[in-house]
Antibody, heavy 117, light 114 residues
Framework: EVQLVESGGGLTQPGESLRLSCAAS????????ICWVRQAPGKGLEWISV???????YYAGSVKGRFTISRDNSKNTVYLQMNSLRAEDTAVYYC???????????WGRGTLVTVSS | DIVMTQSPDSLAVSLGERATINCKSS????????????LAWYQQKPGQPPKLLIY???TRESGVPDRFSGSGSGADFTLTISSLQAEDVAVYYC??????????FGQGTKVEIK
C-alpha cells in the first residue's frame, strides 16, 4: 500500500527540539518530492518545507534557520528536525508527496506538536 | 509569493443543491509553455488529512465522484459540487503549485448543510 506515516510529535516546551519522522511505503522517497505542511488548531494549511529528489531543501520563512528537513534513503524516511520551538509552532504536522513537484497527491495522517510551558 | 484567496469563507447549502467555491490567485498560474493551470483543490474532513480532489484546475483525482468539478483559468477558479451530499461536509482548500517553493493555499472554505 502506498502511504506516509508520521511520528515523533508530542508536548514540548518553548526553546526545545523535536524530530518528526515520515515513513513511506509503496514508493521511494528519494525519487519524489516530499513536503511538510502544518495546520495550527482551527487554522488553514501552511507549507513549511520540501526536500527535492536531488536532495535540495527549501523552507518557509517562518521556520527557516530553525527547522531542517532530511531523508534516510535506506529507511525510506524523511525527517523534520525542529529546534528553538515556539508556541506558534503548535500544529498538526503532515508530510505529503508533491507529485512531479506539483500537487500534493498523498498525505500522511499527521502528528500533533504542542509547544507549551 | 503567490497569495490565494477563497470566497466565501463558509457556505451552507441544502442537500442536493449546488455549492460553489471561488479561488483567486494574486498572479496567473497558467503556464504559457504547456497551457496548464497549476491549481489544485483539496477536501479536508474533521480529524482527517487533506485529500486531493482536483489538479490542473479541472482534472479529477481517481475515485473522486463526478459531482465535484473544477473550472477557471489564469487567476480565477471555481470548485463546484453539483449536488451536495451529507458526506461532502468539509473544508475545501485551493492550492497553487505554479511558483514553488513555496506551495501556497487558500484560507479554506467551510461547507455545511443548510
Amino acid at each position: 500500500e502506498v502511504q506516509l506515516v508520521e511520528s515523533g510529535g508530542g508536548l514540548t516546551q518553548p526553546g526545545e527540539s523535536l524530530r518528526l519522522s515520515c515513513a513511506a511505503s509503496g514508493f521511494t522517497v528519494s525519487n519524489n518530492y516530499i513536503c511538510w505542511v502544518r495546520q495550527a488548531p482551527g487554522k488553514g494549511l501552511e507549507w513549511i518545507s520540501v526536500i527535492y529528489r536531488d536532495g535540495g531543501t527549501y523552507y518557509a520563512g517562518s521556520v527557516k534557520g530553525r527547522f531542517t528537513i532530511s531523508r534516510d534513503n535506506s529507511k525510506n524516511t524523511v525527517y523534520l528536525q525542529m529546534n528553538s520551538l515556539r508556541a506558534e509552532d503548535t500544529a498538526v504536522y503532515y508530510c505529503a508527496r508533491a507529485w512531479g513537484n506539483w500537487y500534493l497527491d498523498l498525505w500522511g495522517r499527521g502528528t500533533l506538536v504542542t509547544v507549551s510551558s | 509569493d503567490i497569495v490565494m484567496t477563497q470566497s466565501p469563507d463558509s457556505l451552507a447549502v441544502s442537500l442536493g443543491e449546488r455549492a460553489t467555491i471561488n479561488c483567486k490567485s494574486s498572479q496567473s498560474v497558467l503556464s504559457n509553455s504547456n497551457n496548464k493551470n497549476y491549481l489544485a483543490w483539496y477536501q479536508q474532513k474533521p480529524g482527517q488529512p487533506p485529500k486531493l480532489l482536483i489538479y490542473w484546475a479541472s482534472t479529477r483525482e481517481s475515485g473522486v465522484p463526478d459531482r465535484f468539478s473544477g473550472s477557471g483559468s489564469g487567476a480565477d477558479f471555481t470548485l463546484t459540487i453539483s449536488s451536495l451530499q451529507a458526506e461532502d461536509v468539509a473544508v475545501y482548500y485551493c492550492h497553487q503549485y505554479y511558483s514553488t517553493p513555496p506551495w501556497t493555499f487558500g484560507q479554506g472554505t467551510k461547507v455545511e448543510i443548510k
